[in-house]
């Protein structure tokens, strides 16, 4: 069933409950300009356990929408399509569709002849060409991508103004298949209170799936493999003094430690964005997190916050992540200790 869906007005006062998918050829609208957006399969499941569909997945990012689109402005987008849910088939996309609306915005940025991690003068298979990439500005624009079947959001870590500098150094707690989640929430304080020591802070949230994710803000002063370098110096000094933690890329070598990967930081490398919908049963969202979470007695469930509950916490709580738009770390203290230039 095709269906259109109204995304004005602002959403901002309104929670999943009353957002619905509606009929009568209802025409959306962002900053005056007219953007025709007709939503197709909503009745589709997504999830098949728990019977949530592809619309509930849309009422979802529309509630979310007047939070979300300031961590999504000004960034690359790469797809990660799941037309028929969680359970199908699903690909990444970075070149934009050709089907696209033409309202739909857009930046095409040349490779950057380096696979950023293999060292910064090998070359890449995409080396030359140049790829034009979804962007989003408003609600309409977003649907659109979550009609396309795009259950996760992936955003670059650098703007499109400046693709080649980021604006996070970023961490990815990854733990090994049955390791206790407080190891996880262990790991993240360290790494806080090592951030604290170098004058730094980062932002814990969840990544929707098994671990956390942590964000240090910066300016976009710094090449990746600068930041890469100090974010590497950071988690080996974690690894030292941790034995339940490891560096190690290639699974087979990290037994049953923690990876934590300081590597993401290159060019065109995606991790899910904040109140990103992951594609694994439950519906789970990435989610940030009060310090109280990360500290209480109470050992905290990744898994508790989904596309169901999470716009009632963030209507209580607020954007935990906004510092991370409004703060600006200074790298100058870590990038000492790496004997690169600040």
Known sequence: MDRQFAVTPSLADRSADTIGVTGGGIVASANGEAKPLTLSNTDKIFWPQQGYTKGDLLMY??????????????????????????????????????????????????SSGSDGTAGEGKKSASSGRAITYCMVNDEADLLWLINAGCIEVHPWLSMAADPDKPTAMVFDLDPAPGQDFRVVIEVALCLQAALKTLGLKGYVKTSGASGLHLFVPIAPLYPYAVVREAAVVLAQMIAEVDSRVTLERHVE?????????????????????????????GATVSTPLLAEELSGENLLDPRQFTIKNLPDRVAQVGDLFAPVLQEKNDLRPLLSLTGAQG
């Open 61 to 110: 990012y529309a509630a979310m929408a007047p939070v979300l689109l300031p961590h999504l402005r000004g960034y690359p987008l790469v797809l990660v399509r799941y037309p028929d849910g969680i359970e199908g088939k699903f690909f990444y996309q970075k070149q934009a569709p050709d089907h696209r609306p033409s309202w739909l915005p857009t930046v095409t940025i040349p």
């Open 253 to 281: 070598e990290r037994g049953q430690r923690l990876y934590l990967d300081c590597w993401q930081m290159a060019r065109a490398k995606t991790l899910a964005s904040v109140y990103s919908v992951r594609p694994v049963p």
